[in-house]
């Protein structure tokens, strides 16, 4: 490839400032050297004439856009075309500077430019400039889809070597080896053809990973938020808070309710630093500034309008398998003895606890509010780019692996190629994809046989490969008790979860029916008892996962918990009258007496803190006391979700509940059990069943027997 046969475009906004007069005269003389290396060079100041020039020019040669970041200002380029109307909701935030919305609008044109030269017939790649030396602004860029960032002033020497992009961007053959003098296939033979077919093979693989980006990046922008306000550095939380903050995290009483953005971001913060002080993670440093700045791009996107599946939900699923891994002594931040022989506990090794938290904190990402089922039955592009497969799933590890890698943490693990990585990624995407509920009954199967299989073998004898698989499903099992762990915290903090649950589940089924889909009676606010969904989860899903988990790891305090919770669940069913089963007839129901006490008090007392040494104590930050029972009311989900049960909530991102099975009609018996298989798996239980239908019939409402998705 001869660049004296290659165009470049340079896309430089022109100074709003007519005043404005630049001394630089390394700014100015680049832009000769861009002339003396390429054929033609077109300059241009507005983001549409560049894209339309090179649509003329691409046709006849090889073509490079080279944008100025230094030259593009917070003014729109054009006031009537929304494509490149570089406005951004953020700007009005008391979060954001000037500088930082400037960022903002630079990646965003980076974004808009890369998206739309991908259309072409021909690669066009996209270099920028800047004298911006920030590492974190070189990986927004690359993130966004620029092949480079050069910084400025451009030399001759490093023009030169601008050619090379355009060579490896391209896909056409005849563009490979043109300064080689190569004969064509025919002259070469079987020998040449096979080569040119390795080369163009390579080549495409090439080009598939440099689109890779803007694919994620599209899906990232279409599912994520749209409007987000981001904080653009981490905020500085006194010492008096971060102390009370850190004493919530090492107890089974957490609570996200009542703590705003900054205080669950910090949350998070503090648990990964007391993460990094473990021997073993020494080389995963990072400093206070990158964790901080992952933690809130990772927190953004998920959405604020949700009410369950949103960035508490995640927050809560971290500090709980926070929690277990302390209580179990992987983590060394408890007074916990160690054990004299090796436990199957004792197979997990800290970085496995670090993927392990890594996958709980973005287990949820980019949630958009609606089950796996929705997907599948609406045709969505998600459920189609999935094949109806643990659709959600497969997107929330996805996006978190675009934010690990865009923040350089990934890397930080170890390069692509590395055991380590592999190790990392395998942990991460495996325990994420263990929560898709459909799966419930085949991993609670998998739990059960791996605990009878741990219990009869000598655990220093299994060989690496052994190690690694039991291992993964430890993991597995662990995330999974945490994602629907609420039923298994003090019964103060599992109410509001299920009132929340119970919200978001009937909003997908006004959904349903404002799209004339079908709606399960799960999805009905007409049939849908909150009680009633307490208990049938409780029973038929999430009390056999724990106990079986149980066998595993001793997690028998989780297991107490959720066993009182379900009795005092059982005891607000029985003061109910059938006139109050639904949701849309709720009244005040006092709550039984103490017959049912919080268990969490009794195993969390010897939790420690690594820095403070401080014991764990009731924590002031809690909304309701143990006494507040009195106060309790039931939720009618016809009140709007702003009433003042959720006044106290962060904003903070999504929920839904899933089915299990197809939703098809809802009418007759047989449907009804198509539609929720968890209900079938219990059937070998024949007195069981029939008692969960005799109920369900007596009570005129729909039993819950799905869980969260």
Known sequence: MDPSLCSIVLLQQQSIRPYHINTNDKEKCYLSHLQSVFGQVYLQHDPIEAIEKIKSI??????????????????????????YQLSCSSS????????????????????????????????????????????????????????????????????KTLFLKLHRSQTDIKYQDGMSGLSSYQEEGILSSLSTVCDNLNQRIKDMSDRDTNVSKLLMDVYGP?????????????????????????????????????????????IFDQLFTIPDLYHLSMTKTQLYNFIIDLASVYHDENPYHNFAHAV???????????????LPF??????????????LRPVDAFAL??????????????????????????AILYNDRSILENLHSMTLFQILNKHGIDQIVGTPNSQSYKEFRKTVVTSILATDMSLHSEFVTKFKDQANRLSKTDLNTLDDATC????????????????????????????????LLVEEFVSQGDLEKGLGMPVSPMNDREKVCLEDTQIGFIR????????NVREIVDISFAVDQMQANLKRWESRKDTMTHYDSTVTNLVDIPLVSEEFDDLSNSSTAHMIVLETGSKRSCSDLDLLSSSGDNMHKRLSIEKPKNSALFSDLPIIPTVAMTSYGHVNTVDEDEEYQNNFPIAAHYNHHGETQRQWNNARVEANTSFCQCSIQ
């Not at 090889?62 to 054009?78: A, E, K, N």
């Not at 958009?368 to 599948?376: A, D, I, S, Y």
């Not at 993991?475 to 609420?486: E, G, T, V």
């Open 357 to 382: 938290l890594m996958a709980a904190i973005g287990h949820d990402a980019a949630h958009p509010g609606v089950n796996n089922m929705f997907l599948v039955n609406s045709s969505n592009p998600l």
């Open 334 to 347: 408890t007074n916990k003895k160690s054990s004299s022989y090796t436990r199957p506990q004792d197979l």
């Open 468 to 499: 690694e698989i039991e291992r993964n499903l430890i993991c597995c099992a662990l995330i999974k008790c945490a994602d629907i762990s609420n039923v298994a915290r003090p019964f103060q903090w599992g109410t509001k979860w299920a009132e």
């Open 316 to 330: 809560d699923v971290l500090q709980c398998l926070f929690y277990i891994l302390c209580e179990l002594g992987v």
């Open 540 to 547: 038929y899903v999430a009390l056999g996962l724990f106990q």
């Open 226 to 270: 749209s409007d987000t306000v981001f904080l653009s550095k981490y905020s500085n939380i006194s010492n008096k808070r971060s102390s009370e903050l850190k004493s919530k995290i090492i107890s089974w009483d957490f609570s996200p309710f009542g703590l705003n953005q900054e205080d669950l971001v910090h949350c998070v913060y503090l």
């Open 92 to 159: 009005c935030s008391s979060f954001s500077s000037s500088t930082t919305t400037l960022i903002d609008l630079r990646i965003n044109l980076i974004q808009k430019l890369t998206r739309d030269l991908s259309m072409l017939p021909m690669n066009v790649p996209v270099v920028v400039c800047s004298n911006n030396d920030s590492i974190s602004m070189m990986l927004s860029c690359i993130h966004a889809g620029a092949v480079d960032y050069l910084l400025k002033p451009l030399q001759i020497n490093v023009i």
């Open 58 to 83: 691409n046709k006849l040669n090889c073509t490079m856009l080279l944008v100025d970041l230094d030259m593009i200002s917070q003014h729109p380029f054009h006031d009537d075309d929304t494509l």
